[in-house]
């Protein structure tokens, strides 16, 4: 029976079984006019890689403008610093732990079955369009919750890749972010009846760096300046100086040379160059102050940190990004926040600015709050977390944080030996493991409490929904 069913159909069941089935959380009637959004997803950039972010010599002047008038949220992070992890969580609201998408490999038929928000925005009446990488297993059909669908299988290709349009197998030429862009282009430049929400998810600036021939040959002669963190003498750290059986070390995170650093911000050039078209397509529809824009990554990057390239470890460089918005009805301009805002927090944020119920299984708190400048009830701890794949050097782990401190704790039989306490305050860089420094003691059993609490109140059942999926 299922096959006979559209997935429309199926979606439209879906929907309906988790807004009646479960609680939902509701904070405001549905408000008069409804934001478009703009949803702007980077692939592998961190925190620190833009101009208005703090880069020494990138100039990122496009996107910056989305922080000059809008809001730069300083501290934010994933959930779980992994690229399929951490989009499941940006569009579900939820954990890894729940939405189960923890890991890089064949999560096809489960990313069919996501709760999003963009299925639930669509539901209430918004046009809905999905271009780039959708990156949970290699399927790149059509996902429930867009009118349109524009990806590409996997991690994708920088040059000429091959795209799925709405079911069909579309061949191109060129830059894949140039490629990209136009369609998200083409999009905003239509007519719109009904709000819309346009997900734009660039492959860059993913690994294996390949920029735009017009970039190639920029930063040929800069210095690439490394942070304390790559000073690490890995003392204290037995999770990065432990021995690993041969045959697992053909998977340890190799450092990063200058080369690959020149690479990857050659590459964020054409995604600075793909929002300023995007503004432009706004400005000239006359849709510019009706959108919210917003602008992040999926996860950080180590630019030789600890020894480390890649991503999975909690420490900084890995799971803190950037978040820019940009909506003048809500949000001030030039506005900096440094409260802890995490990926799991945008779903509940556009669906209150959309007066849509909040399902309770999502476990991110609406933004609204802080972007009116509230901040009274806000997070003062989080919960990060990994679940051990291809890289044997970072092991499964659970992290808690606050403003001060972190805690990481190892996850597996025999690995707490590995757990990791550092003082953000003092230690920015995370270079000095206290976990059995006696004056930290207090410090550590505060942490772990935390990392206890923060845990049960993710713990929440996901909704048994399987039957109906598409």
């Not at 830059?175 to 905003?188: G, I, K, N, P």
């Amino acid at each position: 029976m299922k096959s006979k069913l559209s997935s429309a159909l199926w979606s439209a069941i879906l929907l309906a079984a988790t807004l009646f089935a479960t609680p939902t959380r509701t904070y405001s009637a549905e408000p008069a006019v409804r934001p478009n959004v703009l949803f702007i997803l980077v692939d592998d950039l961190r925190w620190d890689a833009l101009s208005c972010t703090g880069h020494p010599f990138l100039k990122t002047p496009n996107i910056d403008r989305i922080a000059r008038e809008g809001v730069n949220f300083r501290n934010m992070f994933v959930t779980t610093p992994l690229c399929s992890s951490s989009r499941a969580s940006f569009l579900t609201g939820r954990y890894a732990h729940a939405h189960m998408i923890q890991s890089n490999g064949e999560k096809d038929h489960a990313s069919h079955q996501l709760i999003t928000f963009p299925l639930l925005l669509q539901r209430a009446g918004y046009a809905t369009e999905y271009v780039g990488k959708w990156h949970m297993g290699d399927d790149d059909s059509p996902r429930p919750g867009f009118d349109r669908w524009v990806s590409f299988k996997g991690q994708g290709e920088y040059a000429n890749p091959t795209l799925n349009v709405d079911g069909k197998e579309v061949k191109t030429n060129g830059y894949v972010t140039d490629l990209l862009t136009d369609h998200a282009v083409e999009f905003l430049k239509q007519p719109h009846e009904k709000p819309f929400v346009l997900y734009l998810a660039h492959k860059a600036v993913h690994s294996g760096f390949n920029p735009a021939e017009r970039h190639k040959k920029i930063f040929a002669e800069q210095v690439i300046t490394r942070s304390p963190g790559a000073k690490d003498t890995l003392e204290g750290k037995p999770v990065l100086t432990r021995k690993l059986p041969q045959a697992e070390r053909k998977n340890m995170n190799p450092g990063v040379e200058d080369r690959v650093v020149r690479d990857q911000l050659r590459c964020v050039l054409a995604i600075d160059e793909s929002v300023g078209r995007l503004w432009t397509a706004l400005e000239e529809s006359k849709q510019l102050d009706s959108t919210l824009i917003i602008f992040t990554s999926d996860n950080g990057f180590f630019w030789g940190e600890h020894g480390l390239g890649d991503k999975r470890a909690a420490y900084e460089e890995s799971i803190r990004i950037p978040l820019l918005m940009r909506y003048p009805k809500l949000v001030q301009a030039k506005v900096a926040r440094d409260e802890m805002v995490l990926n799991v927090d945008i779903a509940p944020t556009l669906l209150e600015l959309a007066g849509v119920a909040i399902p309770a299984e999502m476990h991110g708190r609406s933004m609204v709050p802080l972007l009116k400048g509230d901040a009274s009830s806000w997070r003062k701890t989080m919960l990060t977390e990994y679940f051990a794949s291809a890289h044997a050097r970072i092991p499964a782990w659970q992290s808690a944080r606050s403003k001060r401190w972190k805690y990481i704790h190892y996850t597996a039989d025999g690995q707490q030996e590995l757990d990791e306490l550092y003082d953000l305050e003092t230690d920015p860089h995370e270079l000095k493991n206290l976990i059995a420094d006696p004056t930290a003691a207090a410090a550590l059993q505060e942490m772990k409490t935390a990392l206890e609490r923060l845990l049960k109140e993710t713990q929440s059942t996901p909704p048994q929904l399987t039957s109906l999926a598409p």
